[in-house]
């Protein structure tokens, strides 16, 4: 795949990638490239269940881009405004009640790719509809050098993607504002 070829992404596996349970890989974001270059990373027969989640104010801006996002690599596409009458969520959670994995990244815009920004409430809130799925944490290295924000080019620089153990579930008296500092820290805890 030429995105492997270009960033030589490396992928490190602490739990197997398997279809038995779906799943939300949550991952930090710091490049438009992230979640092709780690659906990228899942084996060929597990990739048409898995769903990078995007948003539909950038990849469905053109023709082209909606192309990419949808036909080649299987996204999801949600609105991201606060404005929307409806929930960008209900997509996602259709998917996963299919038994349907997910890509997110929770902090909703692209970081610095020095720092993970605080995550928005997605996650928590699809953790709460869905208390089967299990949790994943991704942690990606050097994305942000391959394609620099503002950047219109790429730069062939090695990345890599570590898959930790999934979280604890949500707990029924566990606040927003916890779990949300909880999964941000298990994504923290695998940076190199």
């Not at 979640?35 to 950038?58: E, T």
């Not at 596409?77 to 259709?94: G, H, Q, Y």
């Amino acid at each position: 795949m030429s995105c492997k070829l270009v960033t030589g992404i490396q992928a490190r596996w602490l739990t197997e990638p398997n279809n038995y349970r779906c799943k939300i890989y949550y991952a930090n974001h710091s490049s438009h490239l992230d979640g092709l270059l780690l659906w990228s990373c899942f084996p060929k027969y597990l990739r048409s269940s898995i769903y990078p989640v995007a948003a539909k104010d950038y990849w469905g801006k053109t023709s082209f881009k909606r192309f990419i996002a949808s036909d080649v690599f299987n996204s999801v596409l949600i609105t991201r405004s606060p404005n929307c009458r409806e929930n960008p969520l209900s997509i996602l959670e259709d998917l996963l009640t299919k038994q349907q994995s997910i890509i997110l990244f929770p902090e909703g815009t692209r970081g610095d790719g020095q720092h993970v920004a605080d995550f928005k409430s997605g996650l928590f809130h699809l953790a709460k509809h869905l208390p089967n799925v299990e949790l994943v944490p991704v942690y990606l290295n050097n994305l942000n050098r391959v394609w620099p924000k503002g950047s219109k080019l790429l730069v062939p620089i090695i990345c890599s993607a570590v898959f930790g153990l999934p979280i604890k579930p949500l707990d029924e008296t566990e606040t927003k504002e916890s779990f949300l500092n909880r999964a941000k820290q298990a994504l923290e805890e695998l940076a190199p």
